[in-house]
C-alpha cells in the first residue's frame, strides 16, 4: 500500500488554534482548524510520560477504522499541546457497504499469504521440500484505507509460517490490496521432559512427592528450542495455544520460558514444546491438514487426576491430580490424538467401538512419540511417570500397547478395549517401521466414519496402506488386526 506522508506537526502553546497541515474530508465533518479534536476519532490508549500525557486516536469514518490513521495529543506539564495528525483523507461519499462476504475474503487473504510464504521458502536459505501447513486466520474486520486510492476493505489478520500477517481485501472487487507479516514467527527457551523423567532417566524409582523440585527430576530437564511462538511473549504459535493455566498464563518477553517442575509453568511449556514437535512430525509426513492450527490448552486447572480433550470447546485440559499430567508427554500425547481425530473425522467417537480406537489411538500416538527419545526403555509402556501416582507394579504404566487381548476380550469400556486397537497399531509400527505405519494410520482416519467398528476403521487402514505401500504392506496390516480377531 502506498502511503503519503504522516505526522504534520502543529505546535501550539495555551489557547492558540490548532493548526492541521492537510486537508481532511470525513463524514463526520471534523475542518482544519478546529479547535477541539475532530471528530470521527476514538481515543485508544492515555500514555504518561516525565513530561506529560499523551493522548492517542484512532480515526475513523462512519465508525469504520481507517487503516493506519492516527492522531495523537501530546499534552506537557507546561500547558503546551502538540499535535501529531497521521490521519489520511477519506471522500465523504465513500460507500462502507461491502459486497464481497467475509469469508470469501478471509480466503483470499490467506492463499496470499500461503503463496507468499511458500515462495520465501523456496528462495531462502536452507530451502526444504517439506510441504508448509496453509495460512489460517482470525476474523476480518471491515475498515477503510484513505489517501488517494481510498476503499472499503476486509482487515483479515492470518497465521502462517512467516508469522502472523495482515491483509487488506477490497470489500468491492474482492482482490487483495496489501499484505505484510506484522510479527514473525519466533524461536523461545524452553526446559522440559523428555517424554517423561522414568523413561529419560530410566528409572522406575522416582516419586512425584506432591510436585516438590528433587535433584533427579531436575537432572531429568533439558534445554529445548520452543518454535513457531508468534512472539507475543506467550506460549503461543502456530500450532498451540496455552489459553488458560492455574496460576496465570507463563510471559517473557524474550520468550524464555525456563522453569524448574515445582512451578505451575513447567507444564505449560511441556504442553507446548510436545504439541510442537508432534505438529512438526506430522508435517514431516507430509500431513498438511490434521489439526493444522494452534490447539488450545487449559494447564493444571483440573483437580482431579485426569486430562481430557473436550470437542465442544476444542480445548485439552490438563489435570494436576498426582504427578501434574503435563509433566509427561505422553498424557499430552493421548490427550492431543483425540483432538486429532475429532478434527480429521467430525464428531467422532459416536460408537463404542469408535469411542475405543480413539483412545487405542491415543495411547498408541503417545508410544510412537516416545520413540525417538527413549533409546527404547520400556517403549510399550503408556503414561510412565504420570503412572507412578496410582501403579505399584513396575514398570509403572497406565496401560500398554503390546496386550495380548483380542475382540473376545471386549467389555464395553473404551479405555479397555482401546488396548484391543493400540495392539494392533503397534504391531504394524513393529513390522512396517515408524514412518509407514504413521503414515498409513494417519492417512486411513481421514476415512473413518463418526460411529465406526473395529473392522471397519481396520478394512480402512488395510486400504491406506495397500495405496501407499504395496500388496505386501496391506498384508502385513491385514495380519495384525487378525489377531486381534478385529478382521
Ligand atoms: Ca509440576
Ligand atoms: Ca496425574
Ligand atoms: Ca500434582
Ligand atoms: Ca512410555
Ligand atoms: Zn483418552
Given at each position: 500500500?502506498?502511503?503519503?506522508?504522516?505526522?504534520?506537526?502543529?505546535?501550539?502553546?495555551?489557547?492558540?488554534?490548532?493548526?492541521?497541515?492537510?486537508?481532511?474530508?470525513?463524514?463526520?465533518?471534523?475542518?482544519?482548524?478546529?479547535?477541539?479534536?475532530?471528530?470521527?476519532?476514538?481515543?485508544?490508549?492515555?500514555?504518561?510520560?516525565?513530561?506529560?500525557?499523551?493522548?492517542?486516536?484512532?480515526?475513523?469514518?462512519?465508525?469504520?477504522?481507517?487503516?493506519?490513521?492516527?492522531?495523537?495529543?501530546?499534552?506537557?506539564?507546561?500547558?503546551?499541546?502538540?499535535?501529531?495528525?497521521?490521519?489520511?483523507?477519506?471522500?465523504?461519499?465513500?460507500?462502507?457497504?461491502?459486497?464481497?462476504?467475509?469469508?470469501?475474503?478471509?480466503?483470499?487473504?490467506?492463499?496470499?499469504?500461503?503463496?507468499?510464504?511458500?515462495?520465501?521458502?523456496?528462495?531462502?536459505?536452507?530451502?526444504?521440500?517439506?510441504?508448509?501447513?496453509?495460512?489460517?486466520?482470525?476474523?476480518?474486520?471491515?475498515?477503510?484505507?484513505?489517501?488517494?486510492?481510498?476503499?472499503?476493505?476486509?482487515?483479515?489478520?492470518?497465521?502462517?509460517?512467516?508469522?502472523?500477517?495482515?491483509?487488506?481485501?477490497?470489500?468491492?472487487?474482492?482482490?487483495?490490496?496489501?499484505?505484510?507479516?506484522?510479527?514473525?514467527?519466533?524461536?523461545?527457551?524452553?526446559?522440559?521432559?523428555?517424554?517423561?523423567?522414568?523413561?529419560?532417566?530410566?528409572?522406575?524409582?522416582?516419586?512425584?512427592?506432591?510436585?516438590?523440585?528433587?535433584?533427579?527430576?531436575?537432572?531429568?530437564?533439558?534445554?529445548?528450542?520452543?518454535?513457531?511462538?508468534?512472539?507475543?511473549?506467550?506460549?503461543?504459535?502456530?500450532?498451540?495455544?496455552?489459553?488458560?493455566?492455574?496460576?496465570?498464563?507463563?510471559?517473557?518477553?524474550?520468550?524464555?520460558?525456563?522453569?524448574?517442575?515445582?512451578?505451575?509453568?513447567?507444564?505449560?511449556?511441556?504442553?507446548?514444546?510436545?504439541?510442537?514437535?508432534?505438529?512438526?512430525?506430522?508435517?514431516?509426513?507430509?500431513?498438511?491438514?490434521?489439526?493444522?492450527?494452534?490447539?488450545?490448552?487449559?494447564?493444571?486447572?483440573?483437580?482431579?487426576?485426569?486430562?481430557?480433550?473436550?470437542?465442544?470447546?476444542?480445548?485439552?485440559?490438563?489435570?494436576?491430580?498426582?504427578?501434574?499430567?503435563?509433566?509427561?508427554?505422553?498424557?499430552?500425547?493421548?490427550?492431543?490424538?483425540?483432538?486429532?481425530?475429532?478434527?480429521?473425522?467430525?464428531?467422532?467417537?459416536?460408537?463404542?467401538?469408535?469411542?475405543?480406537?480413539?483412545?487405542?489411538?491415543?495411547?498408541?500416538?503417545?508410544?510412537?512419540?516416545?520413540?525417538?527419545?527413549?533409546?527404547?526403555?520400556?517403549?510399550?509402556?503408556?503414561?510412565?511417570?504420570?503412572?507412578?501416582?496410582?501403579?505399584?507394579?513396575?514398570?509403572?504404566?497406565?496401560?500398554?500397547?503390546?496386550g495380548t487381548k483380542t475382540t473376545d476380550d471386549?467389555?464395553?469400556?473404551?479405555?479397555?478395549?482401546?488396548e484391543i486397537w493400540?495392539r494392533a497399531?503397534?504391531d504394524?509400527?513393529?513390522?512396517?517401521?515408524?514412518?509407514?505405519?504413521?503414515?498409513?494410520?494417519?492417512?486411513?482416519?481421514?476415512?473413518?466414519?463418526?460411529?465406526?467398528?473395529f473392522?471397519?476403521?481396520a478394512?480402512?487402514?488395510?486400504?491406506?496402506?495397500?495405496?501407499?505401500?504395496?500388496?505386501?504392506?496391506?498384508?502385513?496390516?491385514?495380519?495384525a488386526f487378525k489377531a486381534r480377531k478385529i478382521l
Amino acid at each position: 500500500m502506498s502511503r503519503r506522508r504522516k505526522a504534520l506537526v502543529a505546535v501550539t502553546a495555551g489557547l492558540a488554534t490548532v493548526s492541521l497541515g492537510l486537508s481532511f474530508t470525513s463524514a463526520a465533518g471534523a475542518a482544519p482548524g478546529a479547535k477541539t479534536d475532530p471528530n470521527g476519532l476514538k481515543l485508544v490508549k492515555t500514555k504518561t510520560s516525565l513530561f506529560g500525557t499523551h493522548y492517542w486516536y484512532q480515526q475513523t469514518f462512519k465508525g469504520l477504522p481507517v487503516i493506519d490513521g492516527y492522531y495523537a495529543k501530546h499534552v506537557t506539564k507546561s500547558g503546551t499541546t502538540e499535535i501529531a495528525d497521521g490521519r489520511d483523507a477519506v471522500p465523504a461519499d465513500l460507500d462502507v457497504s461491502a459486497k464481497v462476504q467475509a469469508a470469501s475474503a478471509t480466503q483470499s487473504a490467506n492463499s496470499a499469504v500461503t503463496a507468499r510464504a511458500n515462495r520465501a521458502r523456496i528462495a531462502g536459505p536452507g530451502k526444504s521440500l517439506t510441504q508448509q501447513p496453509a495460512a489460517t486466520s482470525g476474523a476480518a474486520q471491515l475498515a477503510v484505507i484513505g489517501g488517494p486510492n481510498a476503499r472499503l476493505v476486509w482487515n483479515v489478520t492470518s497465521r502462517s509460517t512467516e508469522g502472523v500477517s495482515r491483509s487488506l481485501v477490497d470489500a468491492k472487487t474482492g482482490s487483495v490490496v496489501a499484505s505484510k507479516v506484522i510479527s514473525d514467527n519466533v524461536d523461545g527457551h524452553g526446559s522440559v521432559f523428555d517424554p517423561n523423567p522414568v523413561v529419560s532417566e530410566q528409572n522406575e524409582k522416582l516419586t512425584d512427592m506432591n510436585d516438590k523440585n528433587q535433584d533427579a527430576l531436575f537432572l531429568a530437564q533439558k534445554n529445548v528450542i520452543l518454535r513457531n511462538l508468534d512472539g507475543s511473549g506467550k506460549l503461543n504459535g502456530s500450532y498451540v495455544n496455552i489459553k488458560e493455566a492455574k496460576g496465570g498464563i507463563a510471559q517473557n518477553k524474550n520468550n524464555n520460558f525456563i522453569y524448574q517442575r515445582a512451578n505451575d509453568k513447567f507444564e505449560q511449556v511441556m504442553a507446548y514444546y510436545h504439541v510442537n514437535q508432534t505438529q512438526e512430525y506430522i508435517h514431516s509426513l507430509g500431513f498438511t491438514d490434521v489439526n493444522n492450527e494452534s490447539q488450545d490448552f487449559s494447564i493444571d486447572t483440573f483437580a482431579g487426576d485426569n486430562s481430557f480433550y473436550d470437542p465442544s470447546t476444542d480445548m485439552i485440559t490438563m489435570g494436576e491430580g498426582g504427578v501434574d499430567d503435563a509433566e509427561d508427554a505422553e498424557v499430552i500425547w493421548h490427550e492431543y490424538g483425540h483432538a486429532i481425530q475429532d478434527d480429521v473425522v467430525p464428531g467422532f467417537g459416536e460408537s463404542e467401538q469408535a469411542g475405543a480406537i480413539g483412545e487405542g489411538w491415543g495411547d498408541y500416538w503417545a508410544v510412537t512419540n516416545s520413540v525417538p527419545v527413549s533409546k527404547g526403555f520400556n517403549l510399550p509402556c503408556v503414561m510412565d511417570w504420570d503412572a507412578t501416582s496410582y501403579t505399584t507394579d513396575e514398570p509403572h504404566c497406565l496401560r500398554r500397547t503390546d496386550g495380548t487381548k483380542t475382540t473376545d476380550d471386549i467389555d464395553g469400556e473404551v479405555h479397555d478395549d482401546g488396548e484391543i486397537w493400540s495392539r494392533a497399531l503397534w504391531d504394524i509400527h513393529q513390522n512396517l517401521g515408524r514412518t509407514k505405519a504413521n503414515k498409513l494410520i494417519l492417512e486411513a482416519t481421514f476415512f473413518y466414519d463418526p460411529d465406526t467398528s473395529f473392522a471397519a476403521a481396520a478394512q480402512d487402514t488395510v486400504q491406506a496402506a495397500r495405496l501407499l505401500y504395496g500388496k505386501a504392506a496391506a498384508q502385513t496390516v491385514t495380519d495384525a488386526f487378525k489377531a486381534r480377531k478385529i478382521l
